[in-house]
C-alpha cells in the first residue's frame, strides 16, 4: 500500500482539533493492536490496516454536532470517499467500511467479518488498562470533574457533570469491556488490562478511604 503514508497524514489532520481521548495517538494505538491481533488471528491486513487508520476519522464531525452525527457512519462515508480516489476496488472498500460502521458499541451495530471484530476489539482494548486510566482521567478534567466521587449514586450522575468522573466511567462503562470482545487474542489482552485496572480502582478507593 504505496497510499498508507498519505492516507496517515489525511487522518491526522482530520484529527487535529479533537478531544486527547480520540485523537491521532488513540488511532495509532488502535493500529498497531489491529495489525497484532491481525496477524495472530490470520485476518486481511490490507483491510484492517486500512479500516483501523480510518475508523475515527468522523470523530470531528460527532463533536462540533454534540452526537447528533455518528462518527461511525460519517467516518465509513469519508473512509469511501477517500479510498475510491485512489483506486481501492469496491469490494474491498465494502470491507473497510463494514468495520468502520460496526466499531462503535453504543451503535448496536453487529461486526460480521475477522476484520470488524478485531478492528472493535482493538478499539474497546484502548480503552481499559493503564492506558484506559489515562484516558479516562484526561477526559475528566477536560469536562472540569471531579478527581473521585465514590460516595455518589453513580446511575444518577448526569455526563460531562461535576461527578462525571473516571470511577463512573469504569463502574458503569469499562467494567464490562472485557465481556464484550470477540477475538481469542483479544480476549487474553483485555483479561490482563481489566485486572490492572479492577486493581487500581480498588487500591483508589483504599487511599481515599485512608485506608492505604
Known amino acids: ?17 479533537v478531544n486527547s481521548c480520540h485523537d491521532w495517538e488513540h488511532t495509532e494505538r488502535v493500529y498497531n493492536l489491529a495489525m497484532h491481533i491481525g ?34 457512519l460519517k467516518g465509513s462515508e469519508m473512509a469511501r470517499e477517500i479510498l475510491e480516489k485512489y483506486g481501492l476496488n469496491e469490494k474491498k472498500i465494502q470491507k473497510i467500511c463494514h468495520c468502520i460502521e460496526t466499531h462503535r458499541s453504543r451503535a448496536n451495530r453487529i461486526p460480521e ?29 477536560h ?3 471531579k478527581v473521585h466521587n465514590k460516595g ?4 444518577e450522575v448526569e455526563e460531562y457533570s461535576l461527578d462525571d468522573t ?26 490482563e488490562r481489566h485486572e490492572f485496572m479492577e486493581g487500581f480502582f480498588d487500591r483508589l478507593n483504599k487511599e481515599v478511604d485512608g485506608e492505604l
Open 143 to 145: 469536562i472540569g470533574a
Open 1 to 17: 500500500m504505496d497510499f498508507i503514508k498519505e492516507i496517515q497524514e489525511i487522518v491526522k489532520k482530520e484529527l487535529c482539533s
Open 166 to 191: 473516571a470511577w463512573r466511567e469504569w463502574e458503569l462503562k469499562l467494567k464490562h469491556v472485557f465481556s464484550r470482545i470477540y477475538t481469542d487474542e483479544g480476549k487474553r489482552i483485555a483479561k
Open 39 to 72: 496477524k495472530i488471528e490470520k485476518a486481511d491486513l490490507e483491510v484492517l490496516a486500512l479500516a483501523s487508520l480510518l475508523h475515527d476519522v468522523g470523530r470531528k464531525a460527532e463533536e462540533e454536532t454534540k452526537g447528533k452525527i455518528d462518527h461511525a
Open 152 to 155: 455518589v449514586n453513580l446511575n
Open 113 to 141: 467479518s475477522l476484520e470488524a471484530k478485531i478492528l472493535y476489539d482493538s478499539d474497546k482494548l484502548d480503552s481499559i488498562g493503564a492506558i484506559g486510566i489515562g484516558r479516562i482521567f484526561s477526559f475528566a478534567g
